[in-house]
């Protein structure tokens, strides 16, 4: 028996037949309380009738009652408002106050072999062949729930970088944008140049679309080296007088990373897309903050490295030519990661909940991402028809499917019961 289990019985009082204490106390769960994810009780402010008399306070739960003291709990102040200790094998006086409940008998034992079958399989999730027949209605609340949960966690990451540059929100988004804008392989090394490169030094130079590319160019590192195109070589003699005008230093070139990338997503085209992004909006937050429409967002985005990338992926290496585009996929990667999860966690740290709605909305107006999650999902029979899904179903396969925390889903609990 494990003791998650019964946490999960406690929680949705899943017991069969009528409680009573080892004393023969007669007791009825009027409300399971507050499951307690942290340190302390397991249950808080439960209500609990025993024997007619209502109690309210704290339970804990354990496989054996012997537990109580292997956990060092008597000797826990945290512990001395128990109101009922919920045991499946009382294999021990252990002289509390409390009345203790045995629910040895009370166990559905076939719910408790579906438990141990979801979780112990070898399956993509644990429910891969049960999923499916779960109620649609019971899937679309999840997925809402499941956005919304994984919206407020990232509101929880900006928040913290936003300490760090004294509430100040462009500063803020202009790191979290750059780190989007490298992708997964190069998100750190990209975040490191937006660190290394305060927008208010870039924002001196906004008119000034070279000096931009100089700007970035030089602090990732790339300009520390021989060049041969006149195009790169006037980016580093800009770039040696404004390293040393801002007193700048540039990250480690060999952070950078190009194996298995397409060469339209090697660095040097991300940074020439970003500094025309950079040029050509200036307050950049501040606009798309104020935007009512998705569609002028996704127009802002739509930008073109310079000329000299039309026929280069690195400095001196000439290819055959044809325009950068930042495509629609990758604006839609950063409309999803983050776009619109700086405008939740600005519309509640402000109080707009307009803002908040306006944020979901958008997301249902994304295309659902394609990945080999999504495509897994889909192949199950889990449909993804916007973002909005394909966002919560990514966040379930790593948050749940993959820990499995079977009890702590609606669908792993309605499998079980």
Same mark, same amino acid.
């Given at each position: 028996m494990e003791e998650a289990f019964l946490h999960f019985l406690w929680k949705y009082r899943l017991f069969s037949g009528p409680l009573k204490s080892a004393a023969g106390e007669h007791i009825f769960i009027e409300n399971p309380g507050t499951h307690n994810q942290n340190a302390g009780p397991d249950f808080l402010t439960a209500k609990v009738r025993i024997d007619g008399t209502l109690w309210a306070g704290n339970v804990e739960i354990h496989v054996s009652a012997s537990d109580w003291k292997k956990h060092h709990h008597d000797k826990d102040k945290n512990y001395q408002n128990i109101?009922?200790? !919920?045991? @499946?094998? #009382? *294999?021990e006086d252990i002289g509390l106050n409390a009345p203790t409940l045995n629910i040895n008998q009370n166990i559905d034992i076939a719910m408790y072999d579906r438990y141990k079958n979801l979780v112990n399989n070898k399956n993509w999730v644990p429910c891969e062949m049960l999923a499916c027949h779960v109620d649609h209605f019971i899937w679309e609340q999840w997925?809402?729930? $499941?956005?919304? &949960?994984? $919206? &407020?966690?990232?509101?929880? #990451?900006? *928040? !913290? %970088? %936003?300490?760090?540059?004294?509430?100040s929100w462009e500063e803020t988004f202009y790191v979290t944008l750059a780190r989007n804008f490298g992708l997964n392989v190069n998100s750190a090394p990209f975040e490191l140049l937006a660190k290394s490169l305060p927008l208010n030094v870039l924002s001196r130079h906004k008119n000034n679309l070279l000096q931009i590319e100089a700007l970035l160019f030089g602090q990732a590192g790339f300009l520390d080296q021989p060049l041969k195109d006149a195009y790169p070589k006037t980016l580093k003699s800009e770039y040696d007088h404004l390293k040393n005008k801002w007193k700048l230093q540039p990250i480690d070139v060999n952070l950078w990373r190009f194996l298995r990338l397409r060469p339209a997503n090697f660095p040097h085209i991300r940074i020439a897309q970003f500094a025309q992004l950079i040029y050509k909006s200036t307050s950049l937050f501040t606009y798309i903050r104020e935007a009512t429409q998705l569609g002028d967002i996704s127009n802002l985005l739509i930008v073109k490295s310079?000329?000299?990338?039309? *026929?280069? @992926?690195?400095? *001196?290496r000439k290819t055959q030519s044809s325009p950068k585009f930042l495509g629609q996929t990758a604006i839609h990667l950063i409309l999803i990661n983050t776009v619109i999860p700086f405008l939740f966690a600005y519309a509640k740290k402000t109080g707009l909940e307009k803002m908040k709605d306006r944020s979901l909305e958008f997301l249902t107006e994304i295309p659902s991402e394609k990945n080999h999650i999504i495509k897994h999902w889909n192949a199950m029979g889990i449909d993804s028809p916007s973002a909005f899904h394909s966002q919560a179903l990514i966040y379930l396969k790593k948050n749940y499917?993959?820990?499995?925390k079977c009890l702590h889903c609606p669908i792993g609990k309605k499998i079980l019961s």
């Amino acid at each position: 028996m494990e003791e998650a289990f019964l946490h999960f019985l406690w929680k949705y009082r899943l017991f069969s037949g009528p409680l009573k204490s080892a004393a023969g106390e007669h007791i009825f769960i009027e409300n399971p309380g507050t499951h307690n994810q942290n340190a302390g009780p397991d249950f808080l402010t439960a209500k609990v009738r025993i024997d007619g008399t209502l109690w309210a306070g704290n339970v804990e739960i354990h496989v054996s009652a012997s537990d109580w003291k292997k956990h060092h709990h008597d000797k826990d102040k945290n512990y001395q408002n128990i109101i009922l200790h !919920v045991v @499946y094998n #009382d *294999d021990e006086d252990i002289g509390l106050n409390a009345p203790t409940l045995n629910i040895n008998q009370n166990i559905d034992i076939a719910m408790y072999d579906r438990y141990k079958n979801l979780v112990n399989n070898k399956n993509w999730v644990p429910c891969e062949m049960l999923a499916c027949h779960v109620d649609h209605f019971i899937w679309e609340q999840w997925k809402n729930r $499941l956005t919304i &949960e994984k $919206l &407020e966690k990232k509101y929880q #990451d900006i *928040d !913290v %970088l %936003l300490k760090k540059y004294r509430n100040s929100w462009e500063e803020t988004f202009y790191v979290t944008l750059a780190r989007n804008f490298g992708l997964n392989v190069n998100s750190a090394p990209f975040e490191l140049l937006a660190k290394s490169l305060p927008l208010n030094v870039l924002s001196r130079h906004k008119n000034n679309l070279l000096q931009i590319e100089a700007l970035l160019f030089g602090q990732a590192g790339f300009l520390d080296q021989p060049l041969k195109d006149a195009y790169p070589k006037t980016l580093k003699s800009e770039y040696d007088h404004l390293k040393n005008k801002w007193k700048l230093q540039p990250i480690d070139v060999n952070l950078w990373r190009f194996l298995r990338l397409r060469p339209a997503n090697f660095p040097h085209i991300r940074i020439a897309q970003f500094a025309q992004l950079i040029y050509k909006s200036t307050s950049l937050f501040t606009y798309i903050r104020e935007a009512t429409q998705l569609g002028d967002i996704s127009n802002l985005l739509i930008v073109k490295s310079s000329p000299y990338w039309n *026929d280069h @992926y690195r400095f *001196d290496r000439k290819t055959q030519s044809s325009p950068k585009f930042l495509g629609q996929t990758a604006i839609h990667l950063i409309l999803i990661n983050t776009v619109i999860p700086f405008l939740f966690a600005y519309a509640k740290k402000t109080g707009l909940e307009k803002m908040k709605d306006r944020s979901l909305e958008f997301l249902t107006e994304i295309p659902s991402e394609k990945n080999h999650i999504i495509k897994h999902w889909n192949a199950m029979g889990i449909d993804s028809p916007s973002a909005f899904h394909s966002q919560a179903l990514i966040y379930l396969k790593k948050n749940y499917c993959v820990p499995k925390k079977c009890l702590h889903c609606p669908i792993g609990k309605k499998i079980l019961s």
